[in-house]
């Protein structure tokens, strides 16, 4: 059974910084990938940035470019999210994503992935 772990979320003040960590194990899992997302209350689950192993690439939403970086450890399945200068309205649970193959959609599509974490809370305060 695979499991996916999430880290790292707090309240912070506005232009403030957090570093998400993200963990998956279990099962015979081999990735190609991880990913995160984010869900803000009374909206949609939106991406926010993705590493391909292959090769390192990576992908962020053009709302978050030049603040987020992802990284990661492939060898570790462990993928991290350095936040800064966060806005009052990134307030959302942070989901970890992984994907598993690489025929799937678009890496910036949820159906890209097929395990999930529980989230962890970034609360920004004005």
């Known amino acids: 059974q695979v499991q996916v772990v999430e880290s790292g979320g707090g309240l912070v003040q506005a232009g403030g910084s957090l570093r998400l960590s993200c963990a998956a194990s279990g099962g015979t899992l081999s990735t190609y990938g991880m990913g995160w997302f984010r869900q803000a209350p009374g909206k949609e689950r939106e991406f926010v940035a993705a590493?391909?192993?292959?090769?390192?690439?990576?992908y962020y939403a053009d709302s978050v470019k030049g603040r987020f970086t992802i990284s990661g450890d492939k060898d570790k399945n462990t993928v991290y999210l350095q936040i800064a200068s966060l806005q009052p309205e990134e307030t959302a649970v942070y989901y970890c994503?992984?994907?598993?193959?690489?025929?799937?959609?678009?890496?910036?599509?949820?159906?890209?992935?097929?395990?999930w974490g529980q989230g962890t809370q970034v609360t920004v305060s004005s």
């Open positions: 994503a992984v994907r598993s193959s690489p025929f799937a959609a678009n890496w910036y599509s949820r159906n890209a992935y097929a395990y």
């Open positions: 590493i391909r192993w292959s090769g390192g690439s990576t």
